[in-house]
């Protein structure tokens, strides 16, 4: 499985941006996928996941802010972020689970600041 991600960037505080991250591959409808980021000096965490059977779960931190969700005919998962914080800056990056297997996409640097 390999994971193009895009639409990281830098926006305001209170704004709002939307992740995509794209697979490859005909197995993508039985792949468990998620969002993770990284902050500098800190370690990788769980932001979002959504299973193939289109279960979600989210960080404390983010619920009731950022929407996960995936587009099985078009093999692309995607992170609403809204009302985004400071604290929300970091890289983020797409992973899938299958069979066991973790795969990851290259991180999209997102950025809030005033």
């Known amino acids: 499985v390999q994971l193009q991600a895009s639409g990281g960037g830098l926006v305001q505080p209170g704004e709002s941006l939307r992740l995509s991250c794209t697979a490859s591959?005909?197995?993508?409808?039985?792949?468990?996928m998620g969002w993770y980021r990284q902050a500098p000096g800190k370690e990788r965490e769980l932001v979002a996941g959504?299973?193939?059977?289109?279960?979600?779960n989210y960080a404390d931190s983010v619920k009731g802010r950022f929407t996960i969700s995936r587009d099985n005919a078009w093999n692309t998962v995607n992170l609403q972020m809204n009302s985004l914080k400071p604290e929300d800056t970091a890289v983020y990056y797409c992973?899938?689970?299958?069979?066991?297997?973790?795969?990851w996409g290259h991180g999209t640097l997102v950025t809030v600041s005033s």
């Open positions: 992973n899938a689970v299958y069979t066991g297997q973790w795969y």
């Open positions: 591959g005909s197995i993508f409808s039985r792949v468990a």
């Open positions: 959504i299973s193939s059977g289109g279960s979600t």
